[in-house]
């Protein structure tokens, strides 16, 4: 069947099997391999994207269901060579070691910030509880998410105080 | 790598169109909507569906929250993460936001849906524990018409259900009554798992005194059917203690727990038991303060 997705803004069509799953479309079909395929159970979340702004595990979505949405992957995070400030809180925080779950951590913890720009640690936690991470025990990862709240209120403050702040 | 059987995909544009693909295609069909239980079925081979019917075009019709004068209603689409933010439904029943909280991960409430939570029929399934106890019906649209359904008569045994080839469950309801309370105790091996057991209690009170009460266990039997005794024993009592204690033990003698790998009938009929009490306890706190 023919599927027309639009991920990370173009307008992708191929003709794809219906049981397609949507993280072997867009690892094989478009190959947009920044999204990982791990436990294929739906628990691990390394291969979380955004179907329509919201995180969804794309182990368990058909990419036939996408057909006619939007799908967000990890690697439009980055804007003209910008990383976005929850790729730049890994960095500074340490929120990576093997670095196999972070696609799915950086959606998620993107999506949280977006609706949440000062989460507690306990909100930070739930958020990522469908993430497994067997590296960093979580405390790094929750700082580095920590890290990127602090800086949407350093560029919120700036945008506030023309770039005085 | 696990990837379902081939099947042929359908996408319905409206509750009618879904229900007309429904009767076309026959008992090979499913309904495909948030699809976080089919889905890892059909990966494992476990289900082999030949058709999907996709239902997920028809938010418009089939996602609500709503309080009529004397029930809710809600549209069987309507999604967990909606069920957990609505406040009005957490006022009413505290303890569809008790279990939306530790059922799956917050991703997966992102799609996960009330009537494919239903549907699934799964024993250890948390929101049909919680219809069951709050003594909701659903309502099953088909080529004939509505009918209406209790609970009771909805789940026929695991996996298994009263809607028919060719129908759709489109809501649920649930009553509303004066003096109501209601609280989910869940206990897990980990966050977001299955329950090893869970205990939903709602009671009604006048007073001291709990004019109705029901008790609903999950994955400790064949469905998650309300306990019969436990209403019996709660009707015209005054809420203590010894009370709970004794519902409780009504609660674990009517179970059937399987010795798995989640623990043994003994532990889970202890946990019945247990959680039972906590429900109870919290439901009245709940009935008499008005805390949410």
Not at chain 2, 1 to 20: C, D, K, L, N, W
Not at chain 2, 21 to 32: D, K, N, P, T, W
Not at chain 2, 115 to 120: A, D, E, I, K, P
Not at chain 2, 218 to 240: F, I
Request: net charge negative; hydrophobic share 40%.
């Amino acid at each position: 069947m023919q599927v027309t997705v639009t991920v990370n803004g173009t307008e992708q069509v191929r003709d794809v099997e219906p049981r397609m799953l949507l993280v072997h479309f867009l690892r094989d079909e478009l190959g947009l391999t920044g999204t990982h395929w791990g436990c294929d159970t739906t628990n691990c979340g390394t291969c979380v994207v955004w179907v329509d702004d919201e995180p969804v595990k794309s182990c368990t979505t058909l990419a036939a269901m996408c057909s006619g949405h939007t799908v967000r992957t990890v690697e439009d995070l980055e804007q003209d060579g910008e990383l976005d400030p929850v790729q730049q809180g890994f960095i500074e925080c340490h929120g990576l070691q093997c670095g196999f779950c972070t696609p799915g951590m950086l959606m998620t913890a993107r999506a949280l910030l977006d609706r949440n720009t000062d989460p507690t640690e306990a909100e930070i936690r739930e958020a990522i509880s469908g993430q497994i991470c067997r590296c960093t025990g979580y405390a790094t990862i929750v700082r580095s998410i920590q890290w990127a709240a602090g800086q949407s209120a350093v560029s919120a403050m700036a945008t506030t105080n023309g770039g005085q702040a | 790598m696990q990837v379902p059987a081939p099947f042929e995909y359908e996408r319905a544009t409206s509750v009618e169109h879904a229900i007309g693909l429904l009767e076309r295609l026959g008992s090979e069909a499913r309904v495909i909507a948030g699809g976080h239980s089919l889905l890892p079925m059909m990966k494992l081979r476990l289900a082999v569906p030949e058709y999907l019917v996709d239902i997920n075009d028809l938010e418009g019709e089939l996602s609500y929250v709503r309080q009529a004068d004397d029930e809710f209603r809600i549209g069987a689409l309507t999604r967990h993460r909606h069920l957990l933010e609505s406040d009005e439904l957490a006022a009413a029943f505290p303890m569809f936001r008790d279990a939306e909280k530790v059922i799956a991960d917050p991703v997966v409430r992102n799609r996960g849906t009330l009537g494919g939570s239903l549907c699934q029929a799964d024993p250890s399934e948390d929101l049909s524990a919680v219809c069951s106890t709050l003594d909701a019906s659903c309502v099953i649209r088909g080529p004939g018409g509505e009918r209406v359904v209790s609970m009771h008569d909805f789940h026929r045994g695991p996996w298994e259900t009263a809607v028919d080839d060719g129908e759709l469950l489109i809501e649920v309801r649930i009553p509303v009554r004066p003096g109501g309370g209601s609280a989910y105790e869940k206990v897990e091996r980990r966050a977001g798992d299955w329950a090893v057991v869970s205990a939903g209690a709602a009671v009604w009170m006048d007073g001291d005194t709990i004019t109705e009460g029901r008790v609903g266990l999950a994955a400790v039997g064949p469905n998650t059917a309300s306990v019969a005794g436990a209403a019996d024993a709660l009707r015209g009592q005054e809420a203590s203690e010894d009370l709970y204690v004794e519902v409780g033990r009504i609660a674990a003698e009517s179970c059937d727990p399987r010795t798995d790998q989640r623990g043994s009938a003994e532990y889970k009929r202890h946990l019945a038991a247990e959680l039972t009490v906590r429900a109870l306890r919290r439901s009245v706190q709940r009935a008499t303060t008005r805390e949410a």
